[in-house]
């Protein structure tokens, strides 16, 4: 069973930045795929980003080249750096983690919120 912790959310103006991160624990990090997604009041969770085992990252086009994703996986962890925040970005972010489909066909189907395997409680990002 994979644990999942997310932290770094909070309130930006437009804008700003915030680096949110999730870490991983009870599983081999290096066998996960890792998505970050989003859920705004009255509307469905939507993936943002993802990076699968290999480090190749993929993003929402609501997203490129304001978001970036990485990860340490001396540390478990999955980071998600936002820049250029917009009143839109405002949502729940939750990390998730992938394991039944992680291989060479995860990134032409990172943004099935159905194959991820594990969830974690979510951080809040505001921007006004």
């Known amino acids: 069973h994979v644990q999942l912790v997310e932290s770094g959310g909070g309130s930006v103006q437009a804008g700003g930045s915030l680096r949110l991160s999730c870490s991983a624990s009870?599983?081999?990090?290096?066998?996960?795929?890792m998505g970050w997604f989003r859920q705004a009041p009255g509307k469905e969770r939507e993936g943002v980003a993802s990076?699968?085992?290999?480090?190749?990252?993929s993003y929402a086009d609501t997203v490129k080249g304001r978001f970036t994703i990485s990860q340490d996986t001396a540390k478990n962890t999955v980071y998600l750096e936002m820049n250029n925040l917009k009143p839109d970005d405002t949502a729940m972010y939750y990390c998730?983690?992938?394991?039944?489909?992680?291989?060479?066909?995860?990134?032409?189907?990172?943004?099935?919120?159905?194959?991820?395997?594990?969830w974690g409680q979510g951080t809040q990002v505001t921007v006004s």
């Open positions: 009870g599983a081999t990090y290096a066998r996960l795929c």
């Open positions: 998730a983690a992938e394991v039944r489909f992680c291989g060479p066909g995860y990134p032409a189907r990172w943004q099935r919120r159905d194959d991820y395997d594990y």
């Open positions: 990076i699968d085992a290999d480090g190749s990252a």
